[in-house]
């Protein structure tokens, strides 16, 4: 007789933005700020998936008292893509909860970049607030694991905001964990979308929505929106095809940036968008 499959349920947690170590304002006045950070914990009766540990020791710590909270055993963190703060707390998390760490390959070779970059991107934005980083990412047969018998399926997706990305889709959830292919309400980082970039990041989402997801949580969302798949997708494509229009109108990154911020005004972290202008214009960072 075979035993009925129990209930999966998801929740998110959304680390606040927090401060970098940059002296330079945003252009509207804003200091530098780091975009919100998503962490997603899906369980059944007993066990559970955590998705995308955040950065700092402190947002760490943060997400593993809440994760414990919830009574359930943790076996696997998952990990979407490379970019350093959705798994440089994998290692403290994993040690502390017993967990197994998952990604594919390409975000293992992503993975390895992030930590190469750490003394002259990571460590000076934000010193001694990141714990050490080994890479104990495996990835799992078929590119799928379970949790309590429902399936949860890695999908490569390409390029998004950076390169060799995948998403989790939990069928039983109708959930797609999107990472950084789909945001919800945050500045979108254009600085790896040059070269074609963002036609890349486009059929990623054409990928993420031919899964058909009624939820999708992005890796960066405001907390105070919903995950309505729909909606996200149709908002994470339109900010590229104006990204798209505004690089062909504007001769510089200021212009830009106040042309991406006038469409814009209610999306997070304008320092994310200044970023990216100035990389896509050639500038320093």
């Avoid at 804003?30 to 919100?36: A, L, N, Q, V």
């Avoid at 190469?116 to 104990?136: A, E, H, N, Y």
């Avoid at 950084?180 to 990623?204: F, M, P, T």
Wanted: glycine share 8%; net charge negative.
């Amino acid at each position: 007789m075979t035993r009925p499959l129990t209930t999966l349920t998801y929740e998110v947690f959304v680390a606040d933005p927090i401060p970098q170590n940059v002296s330079e304002l945003v252009p509207n006045g804003d200091r530098r700020m780091f975009s919100p950070l998503s962490t997603t914990l899906i369980y059944g009766a007993h066990d559970a998936v955590l998705v995308d540990p955040p950065l700092t020791i402190a947002q760490g710590n943060a997400v593993g008292d809440w994760a414990a909270s919830k009574g359930k055993r943790v076996t696997h963190i998952f990990v979407t893509h490379g970019h350093g703060d959705h798994w440089f707390t994998a290692d403290m998390l994993a040690a502390r909860f017993g967990s197994d760490v998952l990604a594919s390959p390409g975000t293992i070779r992503q993975m390895q970049r992030n930590v190469s970059l750490r003394d002259v991107l990571w460590d000076k934005t934000f010193p001694g607030q990141i714990p050490s980083t080994p890479i104990t990412a495996k990835t799992p047969p078929g590119h799928r694991f379970q949790l309590e018998g429902h399936d949860l399926i890695i999908v490569d997706v390409g390029h998004t905001d950076t390169d060799e990305s995948t998403v989790l889709h939990v069928p039983d959830l109708d959930l797609v964990v999107a990472g950084d292919a789909i945001y919800n309400g945050v500045h979108q980082y254009l600085s790896e979308s040059a070269n074609g970039g963002r036609d890349a990041w486009r059929k990623a989402i054409d990928i993420v929505e031919a899964l058909q997801p009624r939820w999708i949580v992005a890796g960066h969302k405001n907390k105070e929106l919903d995950d309505e798949a729909a909606r996200a997708i149709a908002e994470t494509r339109q900010y590229l095809d104006d990204a798209d229009a505004l690089l062909q109108r504007h001769a510089n990154p200021l212009n830009f940036f106040n042309g991406m911020l006038e469409r814009y005004p209610s999306r997070l972290n304008p320092g994310a968008l200044w970023s990216g202008a100035k990389t896509l214009y050639g500038a320093p960072r």
